[in-house]
């Protein structure tokens, strides 16, 4: 969020471990499973203390798109290889990175920052469609299906 927000960059946690972003953060685009739509367009990738950020034969970066690992080991070296492309590894803390990049970004750009918005709100409401569909669908399933399980709000009796 310490960049996200101000900037109005949207965030993936593909096969994330921890909880970056809310699930109702305006900036979330959501857990994955398949980031290549998002991916096809970006112009720019930064990837956070992710040592498998995608899956570099189902998904990946369109090849005009600039690729930046950072994280206390951006190479990742407990992995012997690994199928990752990147312009440019910045080794340090996230956070204080994140930090100086929001402080260098400043609040120019108002007009990219309102467009970028408005396409992850409409992004967000597609999202949020689909799992409307998916638990109409699996209201009545049984065995009861995982996302109707996981809903907000009471259980039905």
């Given amino acids: 969020s310490v960049l996200c927000s101000p900037q109005a960059i949207p965030v993936l946690q ?3 471990t921890d909880m970056n972003l809310p699930s109702d953060h305006e900036m979330n685009l959501g857990y994955g499973p398949d980031p290549n739509p998002h991916l096809q367009q970006a112009d720019l990738v930064i990837v956070i ?3 498998v950020p995608w899956m570099p034969r189902m998904a990946k970066p369109k090849a005009s798109a600039k690729v930046i690992h950072v994280g206390v080991d951006p190479l ?3 992995h012997p290889f690994r199928e990752y492309e990147a312009d440019l ?3 340090g803390d996230p956070v204080a990175a994140l930090t100086m990049l929001n402080q260098a970004l400043g609040a120019s750009g108002k007009g990219s920052l309102d467009a970028r918005r408005k396409t992850v709100a409409a992004a967000r409401e597609e999202m949020k469609q689909a799992h409307d569909r998916l638990l109409a669908q699996s209201r009545n399933e049984v065995p009861i299906h995982p996302a109707w399980l996981t809903r907000m709000g009471t259980l039905p009796s």
Wanted: zero cysteines; aromatic letters at 0%.
């Fill in 14 to 16: 593909i096969n994330a």
């Fill in 49 to 51: 203390n992710s040592g």
């Fill in 76 to 78: 990742v070296s407990r």
């Fill in 89 to 91: 590894l910045v080794a």
